[in-house]
């Protein structure tokens, strides 16, 4: 398809790069547009998320599309080559689980974990590495959650990786190690080891400037 596609994102956000990967794990060539989302927020993404006015915004044909997730299962729906969700119903349903889980209940946990107030963060670590654990479990035995290949499990699970480590980096607090979490562990190193994937992230050192200037404010 020839249709025009752009992704409105910022360079340091996870959903930003979630959009990115799955068009480049696709094939489907896209203009990528920087946003400025912490001082100055264009008319543009403004217009086309009125609601949660956030990053990622898919433009697809000059129709507006938000919400990492919601692109990614239109991505999947309109270019079928390369799939990023299993064809079989059962195998689909199952996995839309465990993307629900990562957004609903892994992700949050691990955040309040790594930014929680010293007298809270006992219990909010223990909680966030109960969530890893059920996460983990997932993995049995597969290298990526999708099997053999990254799908759109893995591509939820993102932030799992270089952002975790460096908010890691900076704070010193580890939620996510291989002693811990060995299977999960080697998941992130397979996962950035991925030529497509590597090739999208962001500098590691200019996210943990990023990361440590966000700490400090």
């Known amino acids: 398809m020839g249709e025009e596609v752009k ?25 990528y547009i920087e946003e400025d989302i912490l001082k100055n927020k264009s008319d543009l993404l403004l217009k086309y998320n009125s609601i949660h ?12 599309i938000v919400e ?3 692109i990614l299962e239109y991505i999947e729906e ?23 889980f990562i957004d609903d209940k892994c992700l949050p946990a691990v955040r309040k974990a790594t930014f929680s107030p010293e007298n809270e963060r006992e219990t909010a670590v223990e909680e ?18 999708g ?24 704070t010193g607090l580890e939620v996510l190690s291989v002693e811990k ?5 080697k998941w992130t190193d397979d996962f950035i080891s991925c030529s497509v994937v590597k090739e999208s992230l962001p500098p590691t050192d200019k996210l943990l400037s990023f990361v440590k200037a966000s700490l400090s404010q």
């Not at 915004?57 to 129709?63: E, I």
């Open 7 to 31: 992704v409105f994102g910022f360079w340091a956000s996870p959903y930003s790069h979630r959009v990115e990967l799955a068009l480049s794990l696709k094939g489907v060539p896209y203009e």
């Open 128 to 145: 966030a590495c109960q969530c890893l654990k059920t996460l983990e479990s997932a993995l049995n035995g597969k290298r990526f959650f």
């Open 78 to 100: 309109t270019w079928k080559a390369n799939p990023i969700l299993p064809q079989n119903p059962y195998d689909k349903a199952i996995d839309r689980f465990w993307i629900k």
């Open 53 to 64: 006015k956030k990053v990622p915004v898919f433009l697809h044909k000059g129709k507006p």
């Open 181 to 185: 979490f060995p299977d999960l562990f």
């Open 147 to 170: 099997g053999d290949a990254i799908g759109m499990v893995d591509i939820a699970a993102n932030f799992l990786t270089i952002w975790l480590r460096t908010i890691q980096e900076a």
């Open 68 to 70: 990492s997730i919601v």
